[in-house]
């Protein structure tokens, strides 16, 4: 089954500085999904990248997919509190019993002034 | 456009006490509808997904159950709350299987 891995799990940045965050997955995934959640809120979708190659952006988000080497990644541009909040991205899963959406641990992203 | 709602917003239960979530769907018809529960500081674990009337299926075993009574209506119960049931439930709905999932604004329960 797929696994997805995210990191750094936990990520302090002062406002104004870039970063990257990092998702890995087990097998093929020829979708990647990024998602937004606010602190007590529900997930808000972000991009949904399709192809290898695929890149989306939005405002200060830029997301890309690489699926050769499983590897999408969320990078942040001249960070802004408004940003702050928790970051998951997801694979689908083929297969099995079930055809799913498999989601990271998440990334808690702090944008300090 | 597409709206989904879940109430109630928040709920407190004794252990031992029945429990009955539910999740609307508006604007689209035939829609996957999804239960995943989220517990405190983690990440989502799907729960149940249904891809029409009646049509439940279940990823972990558990005292929950889940069930679809109309194409636009889904349903999270259980006979008897456990303590490890706490937690933030969201239903979500997707045009098809491999599409985007959109998420409904969740039910925080609390089992005491």
């Known amino acids: 089954e797929l696994k997805v891995e995210q990191n750094p799990l936990f990520l302090s940045m002062q406002e104004g500085k870039n970063y990257t965050i990092y998702c890995n997955y087990s097998t093929t995934s020829d979708r990647l999904y990024w998602y937004r959640q606010d602190p007590g809120k529900s997930l808000e979708s972000l991009f949904v990248?399709?192809?290898?190659?695929a890149v989306k952006q939005e405002g200060r988000l830029m997301a890309s997919l690489d699926t050769k080497a499983r590897l999408s990644t969320l990078h942040i541009t001249a960070a802004v509190h408004d940003l702050s909040a928790t970051y998951f991205c997801?694979?689908?899963?083929?297969?099995?019993?079930?055809?799913?959406?498999?989601f990271g641990t998440g990334t808690l992203l702090a944008v300090q002034p | 456009s597409q709206t989904i709602h879940q109430w109630p917003a928040t709920l407190v239960q004794p252990v031992g006490s029945p429990l009955s979530l539910e999740c609307t769907v508006e604007g689209t018809s035939n829609p996957n509808l999804y239960w995943y529960r989220q517990a405190a500081g983690r990440g989502l674990q799907l729960l149940f997904y249904?891809?029409?009337?009646?049509?439940i299926s279940s990823e972990v075993p558990q005292n929950l159950s889940a069930s679809r009574p109309q194409d636009r209506q889904f349903i999270l119960s259980s006979k008897k709350l456990l303590l490890s049931d706490s937690g933030f439930y969201l239903c979500?709905?997707?045009?098809?299987?491999?599409?985007?999932?959109?998420f409904g604004p969740g039910t925080r329960l609390l089992v005491l």
């Open positions: 979500a709905w997707s045009p098809g299987t491999a599409e985007t999932q959109y």
């Open positions: 997801a694979g689908f899963n083929y297969g099995g019993a079930t055809n799913k959406l498999i």
């Open positions: 249904s891809v029409g009337i009646g049509q």
């Open positions: 990248l399709l192809s290898n190659g």
